[in-house]
């Protein structure tokens, strides 16, 4: 008997658990930087690929900036509701240096920095093409 009523208090607890996650405007914002962020690289690649092989082009400039208006579009909101994801541990990336990425300026080294800096290198080095 106890152990049936500590499994239906464990499956209600992570019922709340999942509509918050799921209800949270925050990861929703995240959900959409992501898919940006994802949509930009593939264009980046796209057409860095085109360029050497000498085929024309599949998107356009307007898809290119399309996707960097949707990065500075949710990039200030990640901000705002930080404090609303705080119960995920993957929340620290939004203010903490916990992103790696590769700096190639002289020596190859890694180096770490918050998403919402990241973003600001992603569009001041995409914007450089």
Known sequence: MLLSFSNIAFIVYMNMEMTHALDSKALVNLNYLS?????????IRSIDINDNIGE???????????????LLKYQDPIMHDAS???FCKS?????????????????????????????DFIVENVNFI
């Not at 898919?35 to 264009?43: D, E, G, N």
């Not at 203010?95 to 973003?119: H, M, Q, S, V």
């Open 56 to 70: 024309t082009q599949f998107y356009s400039d307007n898809d290119f900036l399309e996707s960097i208006e949707m």
């Open 35 to 43: 898919f940006a962020l994802t949509k930009v690289s593939l264009i």
């Open 84 to 86: 609303l994801w705080e």
């Open 91 to 119: 929340s620290e990336i939004v203010d903490e240096k916990k992103l790696a990425y590769w700096d190639f300026t002289g020596t190859p080294k890694i180096r770490y920095t918050d998403l919402y800096r990241f973003i």
